[in-house]
């Protein structure tokens, strides 16, 4: 699971980053406001990708995907690339969680066979 989802938080840094540039043309914001809340979701971004072993990590990536999804009142393309990446990161739950499962039966017979 961890290695799903540290890439799709990776594929989120990239993308904040790309967005923070289309919301610099914003009129109505500042460099600062930009960077400030850009530079935030980028660092929650990386640093969850080391957590993702912890308690509450899955949980803190969702709201990370809604916050994501939020961001389309200022850049509207983030309401489509936030949907597309909250999907993303559903899979990427789901879809390691049954991964690891299988590794670790997979594993268990090997160390029973291996006993045997």
Do not use: H
Not at 9 to 30: C, H, Q, R, Y
Not at 34 to 58: E, H, K, Q
Not at 104 to 114: G, H, I, K, T, V
Request: positive net charge; aromatic residues 12%; proline residues 2%.
């Amino acid at each position: 699971m961890r290695t799903l989802c540290a890439s799709t938080l990776i594929g989120e840094f990239f993308v904040v980053g790309f967005a923070g540039l289309v919301a610099m043309k914003n009129p109505d914001l500042t460099q600062a406001e930009v960077w400030t809340v850009c530079g935030v979701t980028m660092l929650l971004s990386v640093l969850l990708c080391g957590m993702l072993s912890r308690r509450g990590a899955v949980e803190l990536g969702w709201a990370l995907q809604i916050g994501l999804i939020a961001s389309g009142f200022v850049v509207p393309t983030m309401f489509f690339l936030g949907a597309v990446f909250a999907a993303l990161w559903w899979c990427s739950v789901r879809y390691g969680r049954r991964i690891d499962a299988i590794k670790a039966s997979w594993a268990a017979r090997q160390a029973e066979a291996d006993a045997a």
